[in-house]
T-cell receptor, first 116, second 111 residues
Framework: GAVVSQHPSRVICKSGTSVKIECRSL??????MFWYRQFPKQSLMLMAT?????????EQGVEKDKFLINHASLTLSTLTVTSAHPEDSSFYIC????????????FGEGSWLTVV | DAKTTQPNSMESNEEEPVHLPCNHS???????IHWYRQLPSQGPEYVIH???SNVNNRMASLAIAEDRKSSTLILHRATLRDAAVYYC????????????FGQGTRLTINP
């Protein structure tokens, strides 16, 4: 399958600071990527759809000014958590859609964010 | 988004087949049935998908009911590495084509 990579895999930041998570499609171009967050023992919650060259589409209840998404190239989308607080601590996962005829979606390894 | 219903948990023994059920009675004509699985602290892994016909790949088989209101993921010989949360998801082939996750089935494999 296609490879999606996230960086960093783990990050700890201080409350009030911003942190950026990168999502890269390594062996294909992705016009569309998706960002999720997952709390322990819960399912994945879709945050937003990231479209190359245009604004992201956010799911209801997700603050677009807090979770900034940039998809500036066909292989890279970034999620910036601004003014992070302890309640933003979570597992953030991205995915990318492959143009393989059925638009299969592949996921990255996830990034653990801990805000202290 | 059309919803799916899965058992919260299932248990099986190593080297035995596992049948993971999924109900999706409100499936629409443009919905594909996708299965992903997630191991602890990892991103979900694509398993299989289908529309109407049964599907086989190296990981699993997908059996789809004739009325498409239910499906079953079949692991032919479970190993300990198959222990994961399995998600059955309906994905509309039109529009945003996003994956919306339910609670999934936590599969435990006994040695």
């Amino acid at each position: 399958g296609a490879v999606v990579s996230q960086h960093p895999s783990r990050v700890i930041c201080k409350s009030g600071t911003s942190v950026k998570i990168e999502c890269r499609s390594l062996d294909f171009q992705a016009t569309t990527m998706f960002w999720y967050r997952q709390f322990p023992k819960q399912s994945l919650m879709l945050m937003a759809t990231s479209n190359e060259g245009s604004k992201a589409t956010y799911e209801q209840g997700v603050e677009k000014d807090k979770f900034l998404i940039n998809h500036a190239s066909l292989t890279l989308s970034t999620l910036t958590v601004t003014s992070a607080h302890p309640e933003d601590s979570s597992f953030y996962i991205c995915s990318a859609r492959v143009q393989d005829g059925v638009n299969t979606i592949y996921f990255g390894e996830g990034s653990w964010l801990t805000v202290v | 988004d059309a919803k799916t219903t899965q058992p919260n948990s299932m248990e099986s023994n190593e080297e035995e087949p596992v049948h993971l059920p999924c109900n999706h009675s409100t499936i629409s004509g443009t919905d594909y049935i996708h299965w992903y699985r997630q191991l602890p602290s990892q991103g979900p892994e694509y398993v299989i998908h289908g529309l109407t016909s049964n599907v086989n790949n190296r990981m699993a088989s997908l059996a789809i009911a004739e009325d498409r209101k239910s499906s079953t993921l079949i692991l032919h010989r479970a190993t300990l590495r198959d222990a994961a949360v399995y998600y059955c998801i309906l994905r509309d082939f039109q529009g945003a084509q996003k994956l919306v996750f339910g609670q999934g089935t936590r599969l435990t494999i006994n040695p």
